[in-house]
């Protein structure tokens, strides 16, 4: 009954309204040993996707890549649609706490672009008008994790500090003024996946939601105009993952290390 609860939650709050940056979810890998890897496949509810796969190639290692699209309305002269395509690295550790608990933490480098249009019709006592953002960005960032694994079941978090560098951003093809700005992120997540012993094991679902803040000094700074409080809107995600975790179905399990 709480992983219905979670998931519907999730739904609820699945819209990240109208901005220009897209995160992309934590990473929180679930490896716990040598020769471990985890496949993801990842549907927002938003119109968005991403894919992963992480290894670990030596114990307490951990490498891990990403890429993301995302795709709304029908065509380019639609004036509501969100188009973004991202992609990220990242290399870092893994350390067994217990049978249970597993902590961890990555750096990474993403780049991305997006664009956005939108109008404000039907809002009351607003002059008509439509937006039209475009953004190409890069970022850098640290990730540190933490999860508990059961027999049948996984839950744990992530926090991310991103530090989001624009190399532009532009309102009607018109260039606009934006530098950078710092993200917190924070991610929450419950999976299911097969029993302990059998080659089901190797498969699970995960939902998750996630948080994306920009510090208030920051979000303070940025000044009363829409162009210039767009990048910076704080947002919500929610995501549903399938998992594959192939070390589970090798021909020697003896060669997996936990």
């Known amino acids: 009954m709480g992983f219905v609860r979670f998931a519907l939650a999730a739904a ?44 670990s190639p030596l114990r307490y290692v951990l ?5 993301g699209r995302g795709r709304s309305g029908g065509s380019a002269n639609d004036t509501v649609y969100f188009r973004s395509r991202q992609y990220e690295a990242a290399a870092g550790g893994y350390w067994p706490i217990n049978q249970t ?19 404000n019709r039907g809002l009351p006592f607003a002059y008509h008008r439509l937006y039209r953002y475009e953004a190409a960005y890069h970022r850098t960032f640290a990730e ?8 049948w079941a996984r839950a744990g978090f992530a926090y991310r500090l991103n530090r989001v560098q624009f ?12 530098s950078r700005t710092l993200r917190h992120e924070l991610m929450s997540f419950v999976g299911l996946h097969g029993p302990a012993g059998t080659r089901w094991r190797g498969v699970g679902l995960q939902l998750a939601m996630g948080l994306s803040v ?28 399938l998992q594959l975790f192939p070390h589970y179905w090798v021909t020697h399990p003896q060669a997996i290390r936990e």
């Open 12 to 55: 609820v709050i699945s819209l990240t309204g109208c901005t220009v940056y897209a995160p992309m979810q934590g990473a929180a890998p679930l490896i716990r040993g040598r020769n471990q890897a985890e496949l993801t496949a990842s549907t927002y509810f938003n119109s968005r996707w991403e894919a992963s796969a992480a290894y």
């Open 214 to 241: 920009v510090p208030t000094s920051q979000a303070a700074a940025s000044g009363q105009g829409y162009d210039e409080y767009l990048p910076r809107r704080n947002q919500l995600y929610s995501t549903l993952t």
């Open 63 to 67: 490498l891990r890549g990403a890429v």
């Open 167 to 178: 190399d532009a951003f532009a309102s009607g093809g018109r260039p606009l003024p934006l």
């Open 101 to 119: 608990f597993v902590a961890g933490g990555l750096l990474g480098y993403g780049r991305a672009h997006t664009a956005r249009g939108f109008s």
């Open 144 to 151: 540190l994790y933490a999860f508990a694994d059961s027999e």
